[in-house]
């Protein structure tokens, strides 16, 4: 069936180091992918996305990977900063309905300084 | 520019009470939906409005309705509250649709408890 999911429920990584959170997809029909950062008591905030027919994006110190093979998506965030606290979710939309985007249940990342 | 707002942003409601949950967007998008969230989980869509005059169930429909009041607003009700809708629910806006892809900003949310 469909599902997105995390590897990890929370990581924590030293300030200035780079962070990556990874996320696994089982719909090989998935056709576009986002990274979304939602911070305490706000809504989600959209970061990256990605299409299928790619297999890299790179945005402001952040670089989506999408591994069609093993359906693997990644976010790195480079040089993290106190302000990237948060939780982080992956969410895939299947090429036939964008209305059927599938959340994962999130990565929370805490900084130490 | 507001983005996309929500009201109210708590309510507490008792079992059997109904109640409307507000959204409007300013970045004259063509479609909106509604999500919960619950706690340790990711977002699960309630009900969508592709564009102006249409709406359609998502994953989770049972015990709502929804009003796309024009093509600012899009509201979600709540006939009579049950425990199990205790949640926070996030409105959205995008603007597109259709198999392309979408960009979505989502407003602060609304924490409902139904006791």
Same mark, same amino acid.
């Given at each position: 069936?469909?599902?997105?999911?995390?590897?990890?429920? /929370?990581?924590?990584?030293?300030?200035?180091?780079?962070?990556? +959170?990874?996320?696994?997809?089982?719909?090989? @029909?998935?056709?576009?992918?986002? &990274?979304?950062? !939602?911070?305490?008591?706000?809504?989600?905030?959209?970061?990256? =996305?990605?299409? #299928?027919?790619?297999? *890299?994006?790179?945005?402001?110190?952040?670089?989506?990977?999408?591994?069609?093979?093993?359906?693997?998506?990644?976010?790195?965030?480079?040089?993290?900063?106190?302000?990237? #606290?948060?939780?982080?979710?992956? @969410?895939?939309?299947?090429?036939?309905?964008?209305?059927? $985007? $599938?959340?994962?249940?999130? /990565?929370?990342?805490?900084?130490?300084? | 520019?507001?983005?996309?707002?929500?009201?109210? *942003?708590?309510?507490?409601?008792?079992?059997? !009470?109904?109640?409307?949950?507000?959204?409007? !967007? =300013?970045? %004259?998008? %063509?479609?909106?939906? &509604?999500?919960? !969230?619950?706690?340790?989980?990711?977002?699960?869509? +309630?009900?969508?409005?592709?564009?102006?005059? /249409?709406?359609?169930?998502?994953?989770?429909? %049972?015990?709502? %309705?929804? #009003?796309?009041?024009?093509?600012?607003?899009?509201?979600?009700?709540?006939?009579?509250?049950?425990?199990?809708?205790?949640?926070?629910?996030?409105? @959205?806006? #995008?603007?597109?649709?259709?198999?392309?892809?979408?960009?979505?900003?989502?407003?602060?949310?609304?924490?409902? /408890?139904?006791?």
């Amino acid at each position: 069936g469909e599902s997105v999911g995390l590897h990890l429920p /929370t990581l924590s990584v030293q300030e200035g180091d780079n962070s990556i +959170i990874n996320c696994a997809y089982s719909n090989s @029909a998935s056709d576009y992918f986002i &990274w979304y950062k !939602q911070e305490s008591g706000k809504g989600p905030q959209f970061i990256i =996305d990605i299409r #299928s027919n790619m297999d *890299k994006r790179q945005g402001q110190r952040v670089t989506v990977l999408l591994n069609k093979t093993v359906k693997h998506l990644s976010l790195q965030i480079a040089a993290t900063q106190p302000g990237d #606290s948060a939780v982080y979710f992956c @969410a895939e939309t299947p090429r036939s309905s964008a209305s059927k $985007i $599938i959340f994962g249940s999130g /990565t929370r990342l805490s900084i130490r300084p | 520019n507001a983005g996309v707002t929500q009201t109210p *942003k708590f309510q507490v409601l008792k079992t059997g !009470q109904s109640m409307t949950l507000q959204c409007a !967007q =300013d970045m %004259n998008h %063509n479609s909106m939906y &509604w999500y919960r !969230q619950d706690p340790g989980m990711g977002l699960r869509l +309630i009900y969508y409005s592709a564009s102006e005059g /249409t709406t359609d169930k998502g994953e989770v429909p %049972n015990g709502y %309705n929804v #009003s796309r009041l024009n093509k600012r607003e899009f509201s979600l009700r709540l006939e009579s509250a049950a425990p199990s809708q205790t949640s926070v629910y996030f409105c @959205a806006s #995008s603007d597109r649709s259709g198999t392309e892809g979408y960009e979505q900003y989502f407003g602060p949310g609304t924490r409902l /408890t139904v006791t």
